[in-house]
């Protein structure tokens, strides 16, 4: 996860120790579960948008990827514990993935999985917040955002240096854009600033998001919704297999 508001080492680190003490619950519930929902969404719109690059026929939302993995590479920006680059690296979809994640505690249970899955020799970590290390970052075929984009303030810089490192697709998720979800991150925000929270959300206007990734050259290939969330997966205008 990506922290909002100045980016001072004090902020930084209490974001840290805050999503690192979620990052079990989450495990849990990957481990459990598998991908919730959103995520699910996600990994559809990337396989149609990977199909798409190859002029065929978008693959089923059931169907794995292919028996060999495409020579594709995964940037997954606030990570998490990983489960949607692993699932898309078990399934073939890409052959390498780069998770990148403020909390150390979230990147821990990442890297388990990734042993578990035998997907250890596939996959890289990085500790820290992607704007600042962006110069560090290579570019990737495939960027996933899942609810990244509603936990920074500084949402244009986030989508210009994440577009910037994306050749061909591009997959977020954010709130929906309804009454009560503005209401509720709002009042969230407000709450968390006024007892200096080290990690607040970020209301955005989610028109404009779009309309950035756009003129960064991409179109939209898959949108859908949850109650809560919106998803949207885009595709590089001039990308290639």
């Not at 169907?63 to 993995?69: L, V, Y």
């Not at 997959?171 to 969230?188: E, G, L």
């Not at 050259?217 to 969330?229: E, I, S």
Request: contains cysteine; charged residues 25%.
């Amino acid at each position: 996860m990506n922290c909002c508001g100045p980016q001072n080492s004090k902020r930084v680190g209490g974001t840290n120790r805050l999503f690192s003490r979620f990052s079990k619950s989450y495990a849990k519930s990957f481990r459990k579960q598998g991908l919730e929902k959103v995520q699910q969404l996600l990994r559809e719109g990337v396989l149609r948008g990977t199909s798409a690059m190859h002029e065929s026929k978008p693959t089923p939302a059931d169907r794995p990827g292919q028996s060999k993995p495409q020579n594709l590479e995964i940037l997954d920006i606030g990570c998490g514990v990983g489960g949607l680059h692993l699932t898309l690296l078990a399934e073939n979809a890409a052959a390498h993935a780069r998770g990148i994640d403020i909390a150390d505690g979230m990147l821990a249970q990442a890297r388990d999985f990734a042993r578990d899955m035998d997907l250890s020799a596939r996959v890289n970590y990085t500790t820290g917040d992607f704007v600042d290390l962006a110069d560090e970052i290579p570019p990737a075929d495939i960027t996933l955002l899942d609810k990244v984009v509603c936990c920074y303030e500084n949402v244009e810089e986030l989508v210009r240096l994440s577009t910037d490192h994306t050749r061909a697709i591009y997959a977020v998720s954010r709130p929906r854009d309804i009454w009560y979800m503005r209401w509720v991150f709002k009042t969230q925000s407000w709450f968390m600033k006024m007892f200096r929270f080290a990690f607040y959300p970020c209301w955005h206007n989610w028109t404009h998001v779009h309309d950035q990734i756009v003129a960064a050259g991409f179109a939209p290939v898959f949108q859908d919704r949850t109650t809560l969330w919106d998803v949207a997966v885009y595709r590089r205008a001039t990308a290639t297999a």
